[in-house]
């Protein structure tokens, strides 16, 4: 399925200059027409649901209870099915069109095939790679090879959480999501965890929709900011901002692509660190219970030791004294044309709403709960402490 390409608008930015705002951009903004014209914009659900035809896919099933904890993926169920009986189980109906979806009421659960690589998922439709035009936002070459497709139904959602790599451009092709962000600063007040466990991904133990108080009492502290993604727009979340994301309406369709940063690199050792350390440490464990269904598997000590020094030595930005030297960027402070073709995400005004705190858990006896291997792995691996290990081993590696 191939979309013929409609006439371009004018954009109000052209591609040399939408890269300069990205490199500027200190918050989430958004782009309301740089899409336009995009035969992206026609991938709805329906769409792809022809163009797939049989070719099935995995979705991430959840429950849609009002809970005050993040529902991580180790917790939900999957079921891999047709788009064609996605769309069937989002609309009142039963019979065999619903495929595996018949065990999970859509009055109950809601559904998400997310992270879906569009170079494996279209691989053989390789002229729809050039639906999606990066190269708007000066990425020359940049098309659907490097991007992923999301698509959820309503109250589908992504726990709140930091990419440790790049920055991120996302398209809204069909139906709204509802962003809420935080800066990197707030990191200390959403409690980051490594459990579970995915290269690249630092989830927050906090629901920052329905927050428990009780438990994480910094939350209070946090700088929400919050906007509704519309179809056609484009939000551009910066490196290392927290995000959780949920879906409003029956169907919605995303694609995104992750832009590669200079500090990748020192990140990648950074991640290499954070791998070591879960392997060695939960190594006797149950998978199923700390590693994300997005990894491959279990990888042995040798191997992540091996990932790291291959990590190390591609880390070669430093300045004359050994040290991590910082990203080249315009110097001065950033001067950004907002207006209606550039919006910034704003600040949540409402603050947290006041609740009675408690301190430390404790068991039913009324004594302290004992530490776990998880509650050490958050003290071990919080990004404050990885990116000072990252610093003191790249130091050392080049004595």
Known sequence: MQVMASPAPPKPFGPEETRRLLHRL??????????????????????????????VVQFRLGRKEEMNAPLFETQCSYVEATLEQFLSWTRPQTGSRLGPFCEYPSSEYWAYADYKYIALLLQDRPAMFQDVRWSDFGFEGRDGRESTLWVGSARANTPCHLDSYGCNLVLQVEGRKRWHLFPPEDTAHLYPTRIPYEESSVFSQVHVVRPDLSRFPLFRGSRAHEVTLEPGQVLFVPRHWWHYVESLDPVTVSINSWIELE????????????KAV???????????????????GVAPHRDNMRSLNLALRACDRRDAGGRIRESSSDSGPPKVPFGPHLVPVRRQKDAVPPQTTGGQEVTSSGEEAPITTNDLLDCLLHPDVVARVTELIHHTSFI
Do not use: H, I, Y
Request: proline share 8%.
């Open 26 to 55: 200190q918050t989430p903004a958004v782009f309301p027409d740089m899409a336009a014209g995009w035969p992206a914009l026609l991938w709805t659900a329906e769409r792809l649901s022809r163009c797939l035809g049989d070719q």
């Open 263 to 274: 500090a990748d690199a020192v990140e990648r050792v950074g991640e290499a660190v954070a």
């Open 278 to 296: 879960v392997c060695a440490l939960k190594s006797e464990d149950d998978p199923d219970d700390w590693l994300n269904p997005t990894e491959e």
